[in-house]
């Protein structure tokens, strides 16, 4: 980056494309770089630089903390299905004039051999399990179970980071774990639990992809929750070189 005054870098994260990007930028001596967690996993990976942990007030709020704090450029690097800051964030940097980048990781494609069936909300998912399979892998996170909770006649393994609560399914294993996945882990959890039907979000990278080529390779359908909108006009990079080669035309 130029030499100067520091500058002060906003990452919306939470993921690990956030770290990574952290990690680059806090090691420039030219740029403050602060990362913005929402708090919803009791134990986060913290990223390099500074951390701030909690909401902002909405949008007008971000507005005020990108003017207070002198940001120079926003870039939210959220979880593909975090979709309320995504547009927070577009509307705070055009209040505050502040440049905004999107991280987007790419999402998953299906080939030969799966079985995929796209359904646009976790509710949707809940209505295509009766169809496919008795035995669940659920692999959406802790939050939204209750979009499963009527489902008394299956049994769901429940894989998420921290504990869930109810509203959950009745019939439930929790395992509590964070990728990333190994295909052999992912293989042995289908084996063992007898699945045969997996449900997923969108949530792209590799992290978390090995379960879905186990379930090609056992031909268990996949049940996936495709990513919500996204704010229109926002500019986005695919993964951190991306962000920072944006970053570097930004600040000039």
Do not use: Y
Request: proline share 8%.
């Amino acid at each position: 980056m130029n030499a100067g005054a520091e500058r002060h870098i906003l990452i919306l994260g939470g993921t690990t494309e956030a770290r990574r990007l952290a990690e680059e930028l806090a090691a420039d001596p030219a740029l403050r770089v602060t990362s913005s967690l929402a708090g919803r996993v009791a134990a986060p990976r913290l990223p390099a630089g500074e951390v701030r942990i909690g909401g902002f007030g909405g949008p007008e709020g971000l507005a005020h903390w990108l003017r207070e704090q002198q940001v120079a450029a926003l870039i939210d690097a959220t979880h593909p299905f975090a979709g309320t800051i995504s547009f927070n964030a577009a509307r705070a940097a055009a209040a505050a004039g502040v440049p905004l980048l999107a991280v987007r990781r790419p999402g998953w494609v299906a080939g030969p051999g799966d079985d995929w069936r796209d359904v646009a909300s976790l509710a949707d998912a809940a209505r295509a399990l009766p169809a496919l399979g008795e035995r669940v892998f659920l692999t959406t996170g802790r939050m939204g179970l209750g979009a499963f909770a009527h489902l008394e006649d299956k049994w769901f393994l429940v894989r998420s980071v921290d504990a869930p609560e109810p509203p959950a399914p009745p019939c439930m294993e929790v395992l509590l774990d964070r990728g990333p996945f190994t295909l052999e882990g992912e293989r042995e959890l289908l084996r063992r639990h007898a699945i045969d039907v997996l449900v997923t979000k969108d949530s792209g990278a590799a992290a978390t992809a090995a379960k879905l080529t186990a379930a090609r390779e056992a031909g268990v359908p996949v049940v996936v929750v495709r990513r919500p909108p996204a704010p229109e006009g926002v500019p986005e990079a695919g993964d951190p070189a991306g962000a920072v080669a944006w970053l570097r035309r930004a600040l000039g």
